[in-house]
């Protein structure tokens, strides 16, 4: 009986894990945020984005790393538990 659901359930669990890893990895994209950090210090420093404007914006940005970052360590152990 074990070998039959080995059989019949593994790849169905195999392809679940691909996706789950395909949609942790869209949603909490590390490179995107970090491109987005330096767009911010850009636009700061050119003088588009005042300094309130920078700052509130490279907060949010911070807080989304450090969330993205803590995902992509939880899925490389295995064990996805993301609070916001």
């Given amino acids: 009986m074990f070998i039959v659901d080995d059989i019949l359930f593994q ?3 195999s392809i679940l894990d691909a996706i ?3 949609a942790v990895t869209e949603m909490y ?3 995107a945020i970090q ?3 330096k767009e911010n210090q850009l636009l700061y420093e050119l003088g588009d984005r005042d300094e309130a404007e920078y700052a509130e914006r490279k907060a949010e940005l911070e807080a989304e ?3 993205a970052e803590l995902a992509h360590e939880q899925l490389d152990n295995k064990n ?3 609070q916001q």
């Fill in 29 to 31: 994209d590390i490179e």
């Fill in 35 to 37: 491109n987005e950090l």
């Fill in 11 to 13: 790849p169905f669990i």
């Fill in 20 to 22: 789950h890893t395909l």
């Fill in 80 to 82: 996805i538990q993301i």
């Fill in 65 to 67: 790393l450090e969330t």
